[in-house]
C-alpha cells in the first residue's frame, strides 16, 4: 500500500466519510495508533479481491503439500518444501 495515504485514529474519526469515499474511488488508507500503522480502510471491491486470492491460494496450496509423496530418509525435505512454497508465491503473483 505504499503511496497511500496514513492518518490516525483520530484524523479517521473526524472525516469517516471522506475517507471511505476516497477508499471507494481512488485509494485506500493506513490507520495509526500511537505512529504504528494497525488497520487499513479499502474499497469492498479490494477486499473482496483479497478474501477471494487468501482462500484459493491457501486452499490450492495445502492441496498441494498434502498430496507430496510420504518423507523417508533419503528425501530433501527442505527442497520438497522450497518448491511448494515457489509454486505457492508463484500462484500468488498472478
Known amino acids: 500500500m505504499s503511496g497511500a ?21 481512488t485509494s485506500p488508507t493506513v490507520i495509526t495508533r500511537r505512529g504504528e500503522a494497525v488497520a487499513a480502510i479499502v474499497s469492498l471491491a479490494d477486499y473482496q479481491r483479497l478474501r477471494r486470492a487468501d482462500r484459493g491460494s491457501h486452499g490450492a496450496w495445502a492441496a498441494r503439500v498434502a498430496a507430496l509423496p510420504p518423507v523417508s530418509g533419503d528425501v530433501d525435505l527442505v527442497g520438497v518444501l522450497r518448491n511448494a512454497r515457489a509454486e505457492r508465491d508463484a500462484e500468488l503473483a498472478r
Do not use: K, T
Not at 495515504?5 to 471511505?20: G, N
Open 5 to 25: 495515504p496514513v492518518e490516525s485514529i483520530r484524523q479517521v474519526r473526524q472525516h469517516l466519510a471522506d475517507v471511505v469515499e476516497r477508499a471507494e474511488r
